[in-house]
Each structure stands twice: as C-alpha cells, then as structure tokens.
C-alpha cells in the first residue's frame, strides 16, 4: 500500500499514513489520527487534515554522470555508454 502525507490545516502538523489508493482522498479517522500521532493523542477533534502532493528527490554527486540501467543490459544513456552494471565496453550480458 502507499505511504501518504497529510497536513493538518489547523496547526501544520505533517503525518505520515499507509492506506489504500481507493482511501488517499477520504478523511482521516480518529483512530488513524491517533496511531501516527501517538496513544495519548487519542481522541482530539482540533485536526483538519488533508493529503499533501508529496515529492521526492534522488541526488548524486556534482558533476557526476549516473546511468540508470534498463531491461536487456545496456545503461539507456546513448550508443557506448557502457552497462548498467558499470563495464564501459557494453553490455555485459549478465
């Protein structure tokens, strides 16, 4: 199942829920609330969440070029790139 974040409109607050894609949009249940919240937040109404666009972001080193590898060997970057398991010569066919 997704991870998904929601922000509560009240006070900021951000948490983090594993739900069903069919329940991302559907309002967040008390108990839901709690259990990311912790056992002695249980039973507070004061939080209006709604589901946050998350994003995320891989980084590599300056200037250094990544291939990212595809099916059938082969880094996907042009014509004597090297493979994806990083032989500059081509493909490895492993």
Do not use: W
């Amino acid at each position: 199942m997704p991870l998904y974040e929601y922000t509560c409109q009240n006070t900021g607050l951000t948490i983090e829920l594993i739900r069903p894609m069919a329940d991302a949009d559907k309002p967040l249940t008390d108990d839901e609330i709690a259990v990311s919240l912790g056992a002695e937040s249980a039973g507070r109404t004061n939080h209006a969440f709604v589901r946050k666009l998350s994003t995320f972001q891989a980084k590599a080193d300056a200037g250094k070029r990544v291939p990212l590898p595809t099916p059938g060997g082969g880094s996907g970057v042009g014509p004597g790139m090297g493979c994806g398991c990083g032989n500059p010569q081509g493909p490895c066919n492993i």
